[in-house]
């Protein structure tokens, strides 16, 4: 079955760094567009960063930019969010999202989730 299984999220102070990892089984995962979302309390789940299927273009929400990179490894079916110079307003579980097409269906993906939170 599909899984995606969120690890890495943790309590961390301002400014700290911390690394999320995403690790897929049960689909083709280098064929799929792969996604980091958070959500807050009260908040709309919104997108944080994404990756693209081919060569790995990638796009970021404004408020992280500069500060996370999302990369890939197709090869461990694992998608990563690396975030640096956090700030309290990162504080969010964090979601990792694999789109894709399977028997001509779109097909979306979402993981449990883990919780950064950023505080000091």
């Known amino acids: 079955q599909v899984q995606l299984m969120e690890s890495g999220g943790d309590l961390v102070q301002p400014g700290g760094s911390l690394r999320l990892s995403c690790a897929a089984s049960g689909f083709t995962f280098s064929s799929y567009a792969m996604s980091w979302y958070r959500q807050a309390p009260g908040k709309e789940r919104e997108l944080v960063a994404g990756?693209?299927?081919?060569?790995?273009?990638?796009t970021y929400a404004d408020s992280v930019k500069g500060r996370f990179t999302i990369s890939r490894d197709n090869g461990k079916n694992t998608v990563f969010l690396q975030m640096d110079s956090l700030k309290p307003e990162d504080t969010a579980v964090y979601y990792c999202r694999a789109d894709g097409r399977r028997a001509g269906l779109r097909r979306l993906h979402w993981g449990q989730g883990t919780q950064v939170t950023v505080s000091s």
């Open positions: 990756i693209t299927s081919g060569v790995g273009n990638t």
